[in-house]
T-cell receptor
């Protein structure tokens, strides 16, 4: 696609429910990143994919958070049993190469998750 | 863990003035990037500086890198109201971002 696409753009869910956030990276981009940004805060790294593998998932805050990537393309971030502190904007980015290389990352517009 | 740490946290200037933001990082790097974020949504890449470069220019942007101090600075010259945004740095090593600098340019 022309850019990184995230869906939904907004999601309101009840506490305790599971949610799935989707990221469609730019076609051909092998690296994919997920971040979380609380209101007025910086970006919190969650997980990094290179192809379908996740060499760095050290940022996932708890075992309620998981992510997968299939076909080296679409990625899904799943949050189980959502809590109010999970409310944030979840950002996805992709690049044509992984960490340590000289390529810029392209970001989607994010999914704003609100847990009520 | 955060890698890039920006300061100041917030900066307010008048249109036409220069804005300087700083970034510090913890580990050795190969390259460092600066990004801009409008309205709390996606970030946009501004400039990349390689570890063997000390200064780089792009339009009204000037970036410096001091690997001995593990720091970088972003200078925006002749600022405009449209430059109002948050600015973040990240090392290419691990793509970790700091809290960012919130820049407000008053018309």
């Amino acid at each position: 696609g022309a850019g990184v696409s995230q869906s939904p753009s907004n999601k309101v869910t009840e506490k305790g429910k599971d949610v799935e956030l989707r990221c469609d990276p730019i076609s051909g981009h092998t690296a994919l990143y997920w971040y979380r940004q609380s209101l007025g805060q910086g970006l919190e790294f969650l997980i990094y994919f290179q192809g379908n593998s996740a060499p760095d998932k050290s940022g996932l805050p708890s075992d309620r958070f998981s992510a997968e990537r299939t076909g080296g393309s679409v990625s899904t971030l799943t949050i189980q049993r959502t809590q109010q502190e999970d409310s944030a904007v979840y950002l996805c980015a992709s690049s044509s190469a992984g960490t340590g290389l000289n390529t810029e990352a392209f970001f989607g517009q994010g999914t704003r998750l609100t847990v009520v | 863990s955060q890698q890039g740490e920006e300061d100041p946290q917030a900066l307010s200037i008048q249109e036409g003035e220069n804005a300087t933001m700083n970034c510090s990082y913890k580990t050795s790097i190969n390259n460092l990037q600066w990004y801009r974020q409008n309205s709390g949504r996606g970030l946009v890449h501004l400039i990349l500086i390689r570890s063997n470069e000390r200064e780089k220019h792009s339009g009204r942007l000037r970036v410096t890198l001091d690997t001995s101090k593990k720091s970088s600075s972003l200078l925006i010259t002749a600022s405009r109201a449209a430059d109002t945004a948050s600015y973040f740095c990240a090392t290419v090593n691990d793509m970790r971002f700091g809290a960012g600098t919130r820049l407000t340019v008053k018309p």
